[in-house]
């Protein structure tokens, strides 16, 4: 059996934590390949909302093993804070979460580093979650990182050598290390907290797995323009978003990737800094913002938002050999008259529809605008409901992407999704 892999084909904030929840039933395993806590997975059903940060999407449809791979990026504090919160809302997860021994540790001093080096970025920081994660894989990627299995052996000594490091650096920048103490004592209990998990081999236990032809499904976090090589660099996160993040994430070979779900929004949005060639600075924004209820689930800010970039999800769509599509939170646009979509930019007078390697405010999107569907598609059962338009917007998606739409959903209820084929 092969595995499948879901991701975000957009800047983030596609839906992937409900989409994932809602394939669950159909796998054995749910495994999160990349990312920390910058990601924040939105889940609500039965009248409750969770967010998941590190904890994979798959922990609430019955009993399914869910894994944190080797290229998650972990920080014990916050994972203490999510896993406490899972609990008392009566979800044991000891026996069904695993971790990769692999999986780098956020330390204390990655997430002063963090917010040290934007502080000194000025005026061209990046606008991250704040969470440690570019420090993180920097020390993986400079072998300098500690990971999971070292909490067995020698901790204390491999902790400090580590924050002895951080702090060199950090008194160069002259930045204050004051909270410094106390973020470690809730790290060092997060430690403990971790203790209580099964930490394995899970390029192991994953390619066992997929011999014995269990169905599992890798759940990707923040998106495909987020990607350190593929992104809109340097305003990208620090690890592979895209497919291929999965192989190394993970520790399966090319070949045992199934299908590809690339999951986007039916219009955009994005977090943080960065270029953003759709973005609206008008009404028609604001409304997508309040109606989307665009702001982010893991620090609040409210989230930039434009229209359908069709050149960027085209680029997306190509990096990670996607084959079936997934449109989210097309309800948002329910009230709309007109619908635009870009499907080229104008950049020095030249149509363009490869995405580029310098996005500047010199690009203008071209667009095609359709007629609204003016219908509450939310509480529709079926494609049978759907309005005329939005039928028309569907397939002209599908033309212009080339890729089939399977899954379209119409409200951040489990419940309201429409599985297309
Ligand atoms: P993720 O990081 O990709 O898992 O996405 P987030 O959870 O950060 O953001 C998606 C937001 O949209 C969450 O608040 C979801 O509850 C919500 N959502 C998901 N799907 C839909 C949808 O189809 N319609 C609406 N209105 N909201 C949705
Ligand atoms: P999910 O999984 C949206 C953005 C940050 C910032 C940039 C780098 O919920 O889709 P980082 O803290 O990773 O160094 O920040 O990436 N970012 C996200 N934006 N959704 C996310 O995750 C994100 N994770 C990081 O806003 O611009
Ligand atoms: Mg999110």
Same mark, same amino acid.
């Given at each position: 059996?092969?595995?499948?892999?879901?991701?975000?084909?957009?800047?983030?904030?596609?839906?992937?934590?409900?989409?994932?929840?809602?394939?669950?039933?159909?796998?054995?395993?749910?495994?999160?390949?990349?990312?920390?806590?910058?990601?924040?997975?939105?889940?609500?059903?039965?009248?409750?909302?969770?967010?998941?940060?590190?904890?994979?999407?798959? %922990?609430?449809?019955?009993?399914?093993?869910? @894994?944190? #791979?080797?290229?998650?990026?972990?920080?014990? !504090? /916050?994972?203490?804070? &999510?896993?406490?919160?899972?609990?008392?809302?009566?979800?044991?997860?000891?026996?069904?979460?695993?971790?990769?021994?692999?999986?780098?540790?956020?330390?204390?001093?990655?997430?002063?580093?963090?917010?040290?080096?934007?502080?000194?970025?000025?005026?061209?920081?990046?606008?991250?979650?704040?969470?440690?994660?570019?420090?993180?894989?920097?020390?993986?990627?400079?072998?300098?990182?500690?990971?999971?299995?070292?909490?067995?052996?020698?901790?204390?000594?491999?902790?400090? %050598?580590?924050?002895?490091?951080?702090?060199? @650096?950090? #008194?160069?920048?002259?930045?204050?290390?004051? !909270? /410094?103490?106390?973020? &470690?004592?809730?790290?060092?209990?997060?430690?403990?907290?971790?203790?209580?998990?099964?930490?394995?081999?899970?390029?192991?236990?994953?390619?066992?797995?997929?011999?014995?032809?269990?169905?599992?499904?890798?759940?990707?976090?923040?998106?495909?323009?987020?990607?350190?090589?593929?992104?809109?660099?340097?305003?990208?996160?620090?690890?592979?978003?895209?497919?291929?993040?999965?192989?190394?994430?993970?520790?399966?070979?090319?070949?045992?990737?199934?299908?590809?779900?690339? %999951?986007?929004?039916?219009?955009?949005?994005?977090?943080?800094?960065?270029?953003?060639?759709?973005?609206?600075?008008?009404?028609?924004?604001?409304?997508?913002?309040?109606?989307?209820?665009?702001?982010?689930?893991?620090?609040?800010?409210?989230?930039?938002?434009?229209?359908?970039?069709?050149?960027?999800?085209?680029?997306?769509?190509?990096?990670?050999?996607?084959?079936?599509?997934?449109?989210?939170?097309?309800?948002?646009?329910?009230?709309?008259?007109?619908?635009?979509?870009?499907?080229?930019?104008?950049?020095?007078?030249?149509?363009?529809?490869?995405?580029?390697?310098?996005?500047?405010?010199?690009?203008?999107?071209?667009?095609?605008?359709?007629?609204?569907?003016?219908?509450?598609?939310?509480?529709?059962?079926?494609?049978?409901?759907?309005?005329?338009?939005?039928?028309?917007?569907?397939?002209?998606?599908?033309?212009?992407?080339?890729?089939?739409?399977?899954?379209?959903?119409?409200?951040?209820?489990?419940?309201?999704?429409?599985?297309?084929?």
């Amino acid at each position: 059996m092969k595995v499948d892999v879901l991701l975000g084909l957009q800047w983030g904030d596609e839906g992937k934590g409900k989409i994932v929840d809602v394939l669950t039933p159909d796998y054995e395993i749910v495994a999160r390949f990349q990312g920390g806590p910058n990601a924040g997975h939105t889940l609500e059903f039965e009248g409750k909302k969770y967010v998941l940060r590190s904890v994979p999407s798959g %922990i609430f449809q019955g009993n399914k093993i869910n @894994i944190i #791979g080797n290229g998650v990026v972990l920080d014990p !504090a /916050l994972f203490k804070a &999510e896993i406490e919160a899972l609990e008392s809302s009566g979800h044991d997860l000891t026996k069904r979460l695993l971790v990769s021994k692999k999986a780098h540790l956020i330390l204390p001093t990655h997430r002063l580093l963090d917010a040290c080096y934007e502080a000194a970025k000025g005026d061209s920081k990046i606008g991250t979650t704040g969470k440690g994660i570019g420090p993180t894989y920097t020390d993986k990627v400079s072998r300098n990182g500690l990971r999971v299995g070292d909490i067995l052996h020698n901790f204390d000594e491999k902790y400090n %050598i580590a924050k002895s490091k951080h702090l060199r @650096i950090l #008194g160069q920048y002259g930045f204050d290390t004051s !909270a /410094l103490a106390d973020i &470690e004592e809730e790290w060092f209990a997060g430690i403990a907290k971790l203790k209580e998990f099964t930490f394995i081999d899970s390029e192991h236990y994953i390619n066992s797995a997929v011999k014995q032809g269990r169905k599992i499904l890798a759940e990707g976090a923040q998106g495909t323009m987020l990607d350190i090589d593929f992104g809109s660099y340097p305003f990208v996160t620090s690890s592979n978003t895209i497919s291929a993040g999965a192989c190394t994430g993970l520790g399966i070979a090319p070949k045992s990737v199934g299908e590809v779900y690339g %999951i986007f929004k039916a219009y955009c949005t994005r977090v943080g800094s960065g270029p953003f060639p759709t973005e609206l600075f008008d009404e028609t924004g604001d409304q997508l913002r309040k109606l989307g209820f665009e702001f982010g689930s893991v620090t609040g800010r409210p989230r930039r938002c434009g229209w359908i970039d069709l050149v960027a999800l085209r680029y997306a769509i190509m990096v990670d050999g996607v084959s079936q599509l997934i449109m989210m939170k097309s309800d948002v646009l329910d009230t709309f008259d007109a619908i635009k979509a870009c499907v080229a930019y104008e950049i020095n007078g030249q149509k363009v529809t490869d995405f580029p390697f310098e996005i500047d405010d010199s690009i203008k999107p071209v667009y095609v605008e359709m007629k609204g569907w003016q219908t509450d598609m939310t509480k529709m059962l079926g494609e049978d409901q759907f309005p005329k338009e939005f039928s028309d917007y569907i397939a002209f998606l599908e033309k212009e992407l080339g890729v089939p739409i399977s899954i379209v959903s119409l409200g951040p209820d489990r419940a309201q999704t429409i599985i297309r084929k």
